[in-house]
Each structure stands twice: as structure tokens, then as C-alpha cells.
T-cell receptor, first 116, second 111 residues
Framework: DAGVTQSPTHLIKTRGQHVTLRCSPI?????VSWYQQVLGQGPQFIFQYYEKEERGRGNFPDRFSARQFPNYSSELNVNALLLGDSALYLC???????????????FGPGTRLTVL | RKEVEQDPGPFNVPEGATVAFNCTYSNSASQSFFWYRQDCRKEPKLLMS???SGNEDGRFTAQLNRASQYISLLIRDSKLSDSATYLC????????????FGTGTRLQVTL
């Protein structure tokens, strides 16, 4: 079975541009979450989508938006890019919307975004 | 105060050594607890869940102290392949899929 897939793997943008990152969850998983990991820090929660609805949002500005499609894949959009948006963007999938004790959340390999 | 705090290390230990990592969390409503492992420039991977009764998986032992809001990970007989960053992760009750990560503790196992 394929794991969580993300595209592209690497991306270079300039300040002010817009970016769209894509994620396909593990087959059968309906929940997708997005995280931002800046160098030297742990991942920070951005969004969770379950059954195409936003179920959670982290402390990120409105420049960040996301959506989930009927096939449960997801897109993360970031507008008006800033230098500080340079990071590894991770997508994680899980079968259910809620987290039970011992539940496993599977991460994709991430998209490394560099903003110049 | 950070929600999840860890010593960033690095911890440099010889092969075969026992090493322990600690982590504290600030939200007493936290419900689920995990240790994730992250290799350089790779995604985090679940190492083990942490239960109140403590749990063991081979050379790895995790403990949770809810009263002190403290989580630990013990690695026995360290291998070179254990070199990685270990992330302490908590999930608050009612926050669906939001995992809160610590900054990670870097472990380097040497010959």
C-alpha cells in the first residue's frame, strides 16, 4: 500500500508569490492534517480536514488556507509568501477524525518550501 | 511557556549505552501522548504511544506521569541506527487531530 504522498518535494518561490501544496492520504484514510516545520523546531499544526470539512485550525494567518476533495486528497495554499514561510510542510493522514489513545497518524515525506 | 518542552540536546552516547529523554507538557487536559522519531530531512515517524501504566517496545520504554505532566523515553543498548531526533508529542482532549510537538531531542550514537 502506498503511504501518504505529497507534491512537489521541493519548491522555490519569491516573496509575495502564492504556492499550492498537495497531499494524498493513505487509501481509506479520511482525515488529513497539515503541519509546518521550521528548521530546528518541531512541526506546528496548521489545519485538519475530515470528510471535506475543516475540523481544526492552528495559529496561522489567513494567508494560509486549505481544502479537502471528495477523494480525501488535500491542498494547502499560502498567499503573499514571506521569508518566514520557508519550512518543511508535512501532511499527515488518519482513518478517523478524532484521535484515540494509541492511534497512529502517518506523515508524508513533506514539501520543502524555500522563499527567497 | 512552551506547550511541550524538551531538552534539544544533542545527546552524544557510545553504542550500547542507556539514554533517557524527558519532556514536560503544560496543558493538563492533554489526553494522548506519543514519541515520534525524525531522521535528518525526513518526516516524523511514530515510535510509540505512551500510556499511564508505562509501556515497553523492545529496547524502548516510555513512561507518563500525569500528576507531574511529565513524559520520558528510555533507550537501552543504543545502536548507531538510533541516531535521530526524538519528538515528544501530546494531543489535547477535544482538539481532534491537533498534535503538539516539542522541539525534539537530538541523539547521536557513536562507536
Amino acid at each position: 500500500d502506498a503511504g501518504v504522498t505529497q507534491s512537489p518535494t521541493h519548491l522555490i518561490k519569491t516573496r509575495g508569490q502564492h504556492v499550492t501544496l498537495r497531499c494524498s492520504p493513505i487509501s481509506g484514510h479520511k482525515s488529513v492534517s497539515w503541519y509546518q516545520q521550521v528548521l530546528g523546531q518541531g512541526p506546528q499544526f496548521i489545519f485538519q480536514y475530515y470528510e471535506k470539512e475543516e475540523r481544526g485550525r492552528g495559529n496561522f494567518p489567513d494567508r494560509f488556507s486549505a481544502r479537502q476533495f471528495p477523494n480525501y486528497s488535500s491542498e494547502l495554499n499560502v498567499n503573499a509568501l514571506l521569508l518566514g514561510d520557508s519550512a518543511l510542510y508535512l501532511c499527515a493522514s488518519r482513518e478517523l477524525g478524532h484521535l484515540r489513545a494509541g492511534d497512529t497518524q502517518y506523515f508524508g515525506p513533506g514539501t520543502r518550501l524555500t522563499v527567497l | 511557556r512552551k506547550e511541550v518542552e524538551q531538552d534539544p540536546g544533542p545527546f552524544n552516547v557510545p553504542e550500547g549505552a542507556t539514554v533517557a529523554f524527558n519532556c514536560t507538557y503544560s496543558n493538563s487536559a492533554s489526553q494522548s501522548f506519543f514519541w515520534y522519531r525524525q531522521d535528518c530531512r525526513k518526516e516524523p515517524k511514530l515510535l510509540m504511544s505512551v500510556y499511564s501504566s508505562g509501556n515497553e517496545d523492545g529496547r524502548f520504554t516510555a513512561q507518563l506521569n500525569r500528576a507531574s505532566q511529565y513524559i520520558s523515553l528510555l533507550i537501552r543498548d543504543s545502536k548507531l541506527s538510533d541516531s535521530a531526533t526524538y519528538l515528544c508529542v501530546v494531543n489535547e482532549a477535544g482538539t481532534a487531530s491537533k498534535l503538539t510537538f516539542g522541539t525534539g531531542t537530538r541523539l547521536q550514537v557513536t562507536l
